[in-house]
């Protein structure tokens, strides 16, 4: 049975950074893409970066580009994802999900993705 599970959230002040980490267990993590996505209250569920099941190809949101760094270590079985320069609008509860043999081309979207992990906030304020 897939599972992933995030961690790393808290609370940030703008300009702050966060690693936050998506353990996965039951699955192959190199037959998987990762993708990062986060959820604002009120707001629809968005992609925040992928990166492919080879570890080749990355994608970000254009809101995170240069700020959010996605990696993975399958040895660890986990994928990251860094967060500098955080602004207040990053602000959410942050989720990872899996998608087999999949290459994140283009812009990351939550359709194809599954297996979604419990979520972490992420509070960024003054």
């Known amino acids: 049975q897939l599972q992933l599970v995030e961690s790393g959230g808290g609370l940030v002040q703008p300009g702050g950074s966060l690693r936050l980490s998506c353990a996965t267990s039951?699955?192959?993590?190199?037959?998987?893409?990762i993708g990062w996505f986060r959820q604002a209250p009120g707001k629809e569920r968005e992609g925040v970066s992928c990166?492919?099941?080879?570890?080749?190809?990355?994608n970000y949101a254009d809101s995170v580009k240069g700020r959010f760094t996605i990696s993975r270590d399958n040895a660890k079985n986990t994928v990251y994802l860094q967060m500098n320069s955080l602004k207040p609008e990053d602000t959410a509860v942050y989720y990872c999900?899996?998608?087999?043999?999949?290459?994140?081309?283009?812009?990351?979207?939550?359709?194809?993705?599954?297996?979604w992990g419990q979520g972490t906030q992420v509070t960024v304020s003054s």
């Open positions: 039951g699955f192959t993590l190199d037959r998987f893409a």
């Open positions: 999900a899996a998608r087999f043999l999949y290459s994140c081309t283009g812009n990351p979207t939550v359709q194809g993705f599954g297996s």
């Open positions: 990166i492919s099941y080879s570890g080749s190809t990355t």
